[in-house]
């Protein structure tokens, strides 16, 4: 055992540990240990669909079958739980997620409070007063954001696939605008091709619509820094300030240390401002 805590960062939708790749390695050349993990069906696991490739078959990509659509927010907790236990042989544990991610941090922080030593939403879902992320989006603090932006990008029906596929692929100029207006405003157009390059088609679709409400008695037990970005234009910065407070209502013994950065929804997450928050924490 040891003093130094092992940081744990779980990605966001369409996407992988190759999101957090840079993080890691600025953290890591601090002194700060650190390790991103893929959710059930990402990174190595990720399913690309043959028709995805070139030249793409936009027919079949509409109707190709993902074993993600298997997948659900048990999967990711137990994915997570395994880690967040192997990382506690070795001492501290914080645990940060990013966008979607937030809903697996709350589900893991129910369950397993007594491993984690803080929690970290780096522009997050924090899901207190209602059910889920989808309940979020209908919500007066996310009228601003430009997700619509981003869904032009999906080419099936989620009901009837059981996922979100996105093609990130899409010759439609339309497109790659949208998601450098939603997820990476300030973005060259080669960083742009990067990041579209970093992202996976499929998601299962129903981690947004599931349970991931943190409670008092378990994860409002546990130490929680929020990072805004507030250049976000996904998650607006009026929703990412009520997912503060609604967390603080709810523990207020137990307040929300609060930080931000001047980072789109994507960062990059290498951002030394973000680094040094990161490396701030694991030195509380």
């Given at each position: 055992?040891?003093?130094?805590?092992?940081?744990l960062i779980v990605h966001g939708t369409n996407s992988s540990?190759?999101?957090?790749?840079?993080?890691?390695?600025?953290?890591?050349?601090?002194?700060?240990?650190?390790?991103?993990?893929?959710?059930?069906?990402?990174?190595?696991?990720?399913?690309?669909?043959?028709?995805?490739?070139?030249?793409?078959?936009?027919?079949?990509?509409?109707?190709?079958?993902?074993?993600?659509?298997?997948?659900?927010?048990?999967?990711?907790?137990?994915?997570?739980?395994?880690?967040?236990?192997?990382?506690?042989?070795?001492?501290?544990?914080?645990?940060?997620?990013?966008?979607?991610?937030?809903?697996?941090?709350?589900?893991?922080?129910?369950?397993?409070?007594?491993?984690?030593?803080?929690?970290?939403?780096?522009?997050?879902?924090?899901?207190?007063?209602l059910p889920s992320l989808t309940a979020y989006l209908e919500?007066?603090?996310?009228?601003?954001?430009?997700?619509?932006?981003?869904?032009?990008?999906?080419?099936?029906?989620?009901?009837?696939?059981?996922?979100?596929?996105?093609?990130?692929?899409?010759?439609?100029?339309?497109?790659?605008?949208?998601?450098?207006?939603?997820?990476?405003?300030?973005?060259?157009?080669?960083?742009?091709?990067?990041?579209?390059?970093?992202?996976e088609p499929d998601e299962s679709a129903t981690i947004p619509?599931?349970?991931?409400?943190?409670?008092?008695?378990?994860?409002?037990?546990?130490?929680?820094?929020?990072?805004?970005?507030?250049?976000?234009?996904?998650?607006?910065?009026?929703?990412?300030?009520?997912?503060?407070?609604?967390?603080?209502?709810?523990?207020?013994?137990?307040?929300?240390?609060?930080?931000?950065?001047?980072?789109?929804?994507?960062?990059?997450?290498?951002?030394?401002?973000?680094?040094?928050?990161?490396?701030?924490?694991?030195?509380?």
């Amino acid at each position: 055992m040891t003093t130094r805590p092992t940081v744990l960062i779980v990605h966001g939708t369409n996407s992988s540990s190759l999101w957090c790749a840079g993080l890691v390695r600025e953290l890591t050349l601090r002194g700060v240990r650190s390790v991103a993990l893929d959710l059930p069906g990402h990174g190595e696991e990720a399913f690309y669909p043959r028709s995805y490739q070139a030249p793409q078959d936009l027919g079949a990509l509409a109707t190709e079958p993902s074993p993600l659509a298997d997948v659900t927010i048990d999967d990711y907790v137990e994915r997570v739980v395994d880690v967040v236990r192997r990382a506690r042989r070795q001492g501290p544990v914080i645990l940060a997620g990013a966008s979607q991610g937030g809903v697996t941090l709350s589900r893991v922080g129910n369950a397993v409070p007594e491993l984690l030593d803080r929690v970290v939403y780096l522009a997050a879902y924090c899901c207190v007063d209602l059910p889920s992320l989808t309940a979020y989006l209908e919500t007066p603090e996310n009228a601003e954001s430009l997700l619509p932006l981003v869904q032009a990008a999906i080419v099936a029906d989620p009901a009837v696939l059981g996922v979100t596929r996105l093609n990130w692929r899409s010759a439609d100029p339309a497109v790659f605008e949208g998601v450098r207006q939603c997820l990476a405003g300030g973005f060259t157009d080669a960083e742009v091709s990067r990041l579209l390059n970093r992202l996976e088609p499929d998601e299962s679709a129903t981690i947004p619509h599931a349970e991931a409400r943190g409670r008092a008695e378990s994860w409002g037990r546990i130490p929680r820094t929020y990072v805004r970005f507030t250049q976000d234009r996904l998650i607006p910065l009026a929703l990412q300030d009520r997912f503060i407070a609604e967390a603080d209502r709810l523990t207020p013994d137990n307040p929300t240390d609060v930080r931000s950065i001047d980072a789109p929804h994507v960062g990059p997450f290498d951002r030394p401002d973000l680094v040094d928050i990161l490396e701030d924490l694991a030195q509380m």
